[in-house]
């Protein structure tokens, strides 16, 4: 995945209202747990102080004083001769200095060294929060969750069971509160703030546990949004009839798209499922004149794609318009279906050197010599890619090479389809993949969970055949953009960073279908029905994208649908439309819609069309 498809995180400091707010957290609840020592020590000198001011003329304050000295054993006072301050005065060094040496000064020291107790001084933070988003679950996904939604601004507590877990630390390190405990327990997820919270996203590894704790925080807060992955596609339909549509989601499923669209084309950022089609997502640099230069517009229309963001050569983001120019150097993303995106790649060439260069790029697609992808594992990724390769029209022979310890049902679902050959063995031999038919491969996806595997599987590949397309499944970004620099493979994907941009979209916003980044930007869709009177209706496509920053990417209109609708094209009640914008401005165009809705004849200025 291109690098600029990433979100970038840095840890961030500590607000210092905040650190004040934890220690007096921190504060009240030492004094909680020490109040038996603590109230012992208090009862003696205030024992002590009350002998001493009754029995000497000296004042509350000196008595108090010589309370403190008299522990030390250096008091000034006359020895009693009674039997009480006798007492007294032989008890209190000994009481006093074993209450001391036990609890006070222990809790001084863990007041102040926080180091000794992180587990504790991280709940103290997590109490500091309110509106922050709950993930549950520190994996790969729940890792990735954390630093999108940190990315796009949002304030994060982790729930997260073993504190020697492969991700903690990181999350520490980006000042992320990490509540240490099993989430299903709700004095767990009271220390994390779910009375507080905005939402919460439970991700953990194990489609019952997630259930579970998803049913727990409903008992606790029936409000609060619940986003939970889940891996059954049953589970998932009828989960939604319990939480909501569209708050269960499949990690595989999300990413399964983008990994079946890498292996039968090039260069994919990500891939939009749409109702009736999916659209692909791509980012490219602008080459010294090449058929890309020139009006924005135009070359729009000509490809029939969108831009869906526009860097200059110095990295300044520059606002859509219809005039504006795609000049050498510039950076975009754009959206298209595969050929369109695939048209444009080809022409992002030199003109001088374009009919030479066309004849150097790489195949585009799959053809009839090549027109088999190999996919190499069979676990969750795998079944769902498969699945998507099958539904393309038109779509290449399938050799899925698997374990023997594969999951019976995944085999079985497609061990009686024609154009799927299952083979056993290791992806990592040759001999192997030469019977799943390396040589009339088009693209060989390795998508086995181990990132050190799936590299094996594809330097093996590329050394029996060099120009075999390659798509990898790998979870360090470290890793696939070094992977992109020494051996050109653009398409090496992590099924966490396809899944969490959607997730988190749905914890924050509600109701979203996909998501995704570019840059720091998080671009959601959202799907909405024009309504007579409403704000949208009557409004050029052209004029929604100016006013409100959202691109219309499809259109349905009795029966017939439209994938990136032409600018000029007017929107009409029971229009029924899927909008692509950044997360936020999706949320504005919401609450517009949603007041227009309401009140029709109380718009904002210039809401609507003329």
């Given amino acids: 995945m291109p690098t600029t498809l990433r979100p970038i995180v840095r840890p961030r400091r500590l607000p210092v209202l905040r650190f004040i707010r934890a220690n007096l957290y921190d504060l009240l609840r030492l004094l909680r747990d020490s109040r038996v020592a603590l109230t012992g020590f208090a009862l003696v000198m205030l024992a002590s102080t009350a ?36 007492a007294l005065f032989m008890l209190v060094p000994v009481l006093g200095l074993a209450l001391i040496l036990d609890s006070v000064f222990r809790f001084g020291r863990l007041l102040l060294d926080k180091s000794t107790r992180v587990e504790a001084w991280q709940v103290a933070l997590a109490s500091t929060y309110q509106g922050h988003v709950i993930v549950c679950g520190l994996g790969r996904v729940g890792l990735r969750l954390v630093t999108q939604l940190l990315a796009t601004g949002h304030e994060v507590v982790v729930i997260e069971r073993e504190w020697n877990g492969e991700f903690v630390q990181r999350a520490l390190e980006l000042r992320v509160p990490v509540v240490l405990g099993d989430a299903r327990e709700l004095g767990v997820l009271r220390q994390a703030g779910v009375n507080r919270a905005h939402a919460m996203l439970v991700a953990i590894a194990g489609d019952m546990i997630n259930i579970e704790v998803a049913l727990n925080v409903r008992r606790e807060r029936p409000g609060l949004r ?205 001999d192997v993949q030469a019977a799943a038919g390396l040589a009339e491969a088009y693209s060989v996806a390795a998508l086995t969970s181990d990132d050190f595997v799936n590299l094996q599987i594809g330097l093996v590949a590329r050394r029996q055949r060099k120009n075999v397309h390659l798509v990898m499944r790998m979870f360090s970004d470290v890793l696939a953009e070094q992977l992109e620099d020494l051996f050109a493979i653009r398409t090496v994907y992590s099924t966490s960073a396809l899944a969490a941009p959607t997730m988190a979209a749905a914890a924050v916003l509600g109701d979203v279908t996909s998501a995704f980044f570019s840059g720091s930007a998080l671009f959601s869709t959202d799907t909405s029905q024009i309504q007579p009177g409403g704000v949208l209706e009557g409004l050029m496509v052209e004029q929604v994208r100016e006013r409100y920053s959202a691109l219309v990417i499809g259109l349905r209109r009795g029966g017939a649908q439209h994938t990136l609708p032409d600018y000029a094209a007017s929107l009409h009640a029971g229009d029924e439309v899927v909008l692509l914008a950044q997360l936020a401005d999706l949320a504005r165009l919401r609450g517009v819609i949603e007041a227009s809705e309401a009140s029709p004849a109380a718009l904002p200025g210039g809401a609507r069309a003329a």
Wanted: net charge neutral.
């Fill in 226 to 430: 619940v986003i939970m992955r889940v891996f059954l596609e049953d589970l998932d339909r009828n989960l939604e009839e319990t939480f909501g549509r569209r708050t269960i989601f499949s990690a595989s499923a999300l990413a399964a798209p983008t990994f079946a669209a890498a292996a039968v084309s090039r260069e994919v950022s990500y891939m939009l499922p749409l109702e009736h089609e999916a659209l692909g997502l791509t980012e490219l640099v602008v080459a010294s004149e090449s058929l890309m230069s020139g009006f924005a517009r135009k070359i729009e229309e000509d490809y029939d794609i969108r831009i869906v963001q526009h860097h200059d050569a110095t990295g300044k983001l520059l606002p859509p318009a219809a005039m504006r120019q795609l000049d050498t150097g510039d950076r975009v993303t754009l959206i298209g279906s595969l050929g369109a995106l695939e048209t444009v790649r080809t022409k992002n060439v030199p003109k001088s050197k374009a009919h030479a260069a066309l004849g150097m790029l790489p195949i585009q697609r799959p053809t009839a010599q090549l027109n088999r992808v190999i996919v190499c594992g069979l676990g969750k990724v795998g079944y769902r890619v498969v699945q998507q390769l099958l539904r393309m029209p038109d779509h290449p022979a399938i050799s899925v090479i698997h374990l023997p310890d594969t999951r019976p049902e995944f085999l079985h679902q497609f061990s009686r389809i024609e154009s799927v050959t299952l083979i056993e063995g290791d992806a990592r031999s040759p």
């Fill in 51 to 86: 002998y001493i001011k009754w029995n000497y003329p000296i004042g509350y304050a000196e008595s108090l004083y010589e309370s403190f000295r008299l522990l030390t054993l250096q008091s000034s006072l006359v020895f009693p001769s009674n039997l009480l301050g006798i």
